[in-house]
């Protein structure tokens, strides 16, 4: 009889990585050949990289691991995350399995257009300007669509919704910008937004007598949010700490620039494995985390009546169609994995990840603290960058584990120091 998804979460961590390739496919969530590929060490010849970028000298790669544990709507999803960072995978999995026996996790997207910026440096007369393009509005709207979005129109999406903004200068000449709403369906939408900007260039021109001055998308989709929550039953006091930590990143800044890095450790590792253009994400999060004027936390977590409530509310604009997304065989690989069916699905994992890889590092830091959570997973790494060979890690990680529980600190130079002795006491050959 066939596992489930839930059956190989237990232990998942303990199997070696031939034993979890061979796990994934057992229940479908690898084909044989995308297994094979896998084990084999992914792309080996330079062909596909000097498609994507200029002057290529190799491959920078970066190990892919998933994480494990992860119900969100209703449904086991396991999660591709591409990352050079210890912990990262270890604690999504870790508070994944907490929220899993505990709660839940629900997501929704609100709004579907990201947004065309078509700028006007100076213009003689805004209110002349504005009454102009709102006027020719829908002949706008019609021939986007008809000479450009044609193949989004077809899918169900296209160009929306035409606006004006103001922009006071301080020469105390006006700048306008239009904003050109887009539906782009499942795909990012950069290349098409920004044709059809450039395209509505010309018509704007010729009516207005204004000159447009340059056409661009923007990363602060603020007109397409996705929304994660998670509710969860815990005790009363870690419910208060972990409160009043969110609390913390809502009112300092500096506070919150942490713990968005935080939130993003867990979305940025599937950008990455998915082939997504993760610094596009990055804009629009830290952009919308300012929206009011004072840069704050993208999640907020409360604690009422015995119930952790948390919610992440960001612009997450992706796509699963087209680009890196569609020729790297290990983006494939990865879309493949999550089993994500539209960019809507998808965004909404990564809000799901990025939520409870928050809520991991809000429990350690109100706990047993950032130092000795994070470190009891980079000893191994530390060890590593001492020198120890393979078969001296084993009891190099159990003297640093020793060291780690009595001083909770540990460094590299303690490492070294270990190995030295464990050197030291080897018997001679």
Not at 86 to 110: D, F, M, P, Q, Y
Not at 324 to 344: E, R
Request: a neutral charge; charged letters at 25%; aromatic letters at 4%.
């Amino acid at each position: 009889m066939a596992k489930t998804l839930t059956e190989i979460f237990k232990g998942f961590s303990k199997l070696d990585r031939l034993q979890r390739l061979k796990a994934l496919q057992e229940v479908g969530v690898l084909t044989p050949e995308e297994s094979a590929y896998l084990e084999k060490g992914g792309l080996r010849d330079m062909a596909l990289g000097e498609k994507f970028i200029e002057n290529v000298i190799g491959w920078f790669q970066l190990p892919m691991g998933v994480a494990t544990n992860f119900r969100i709507d209703g449904k086991d999803v396991v999660i591709p995350m591409a990352v050079e960072e210890t912990s990262i995978v270890a604690a999504a999995s870790k508070t994944a399995k907490w929220i899993r026996e505990n709660g839940e996790i629900t997501t929704e997207v609100i709004g579907t257009d990201i947004i065309g910026q078509i700028q006007l440096a100076k213009v003689r007369d805004f209110a002349a300007f504005e009454k102009a393009i709102l006027e020719q509005k829908n002949y706008l709207i019609d021939l986007a669509n008809r000479e450009v979005a044609f193949g989004l129109v077809r899918r169900g999406g296209g160009v929306s919704d035409i606006k004006v903004r103001h922009l006071p200068r301080p020469d105390g000449i006006s700048m306008a910008v239009i904003h050109v709403h887009m539906n782009p369906c499942d795909a990012m939408g950069a290349n098409i937004i920004n044709q059809v900007c450039e395209f509505l260039k010309d018509p704007i021109e010729s009516f207005t007598g204004e000159k447009v001055t340059m056409c661009i998308l923007s990363n602060l989709v603020d007109t397409k949010v996705t929304r994660a929550t998670v509710k969860m039953k815990i005790d009363e006091e870690l419910g208060r700490k972990i409160e009043e930590a969110s609390l913390f990143a809502q009112l300092d800044p500096y506070r919150a620039a942490t713990n968005n890095k935080g939130v993003l450790n867990g979305i940025d590792p599937i950008l990455i494995a998915t082939g997504n253009d993760w610094r596009a994400v990055e804009a629009g999060v830290h952009a919308y985390a300012s929206r009011d004027g004072q840069y704050r936390s993208i999640t907020k977590w409360t604690y009422q009546d015995g119930t952790l409530t948390g919610v992440l509310e960001a612009p997450l604009v992706v796509g699963t169609v087209g680009g890196v997304t569609a020729l790297h065989p290990t983006a494939k690989t990865a879309m493949n994995i999550l089993g994500a069916k539209s960019a809507n699905e998808l965004s909404r994992i990564l809000a799901s990840v990025g939520l409870v890889q928050n809520l991991g590092a809000l429990r350690a830091l109100t706990t047993v603290g950032i130092i000795e959570g994070h470190m009891k997973l980079h000893i191994k790494n530390l060890a590593l960058g001492a020198g120890a060979e393979e078969k001296e890690l084993p009891g190099m990680v159990k003297k640093l584990e020793e060291i780690l529980a009595i001083r909770k600190r540990i460094s590299l130079s303690n490492a070294v120091e270990v190995l030295k002795e464990l050197r030291a006491s080897r018997p001679p050959l």
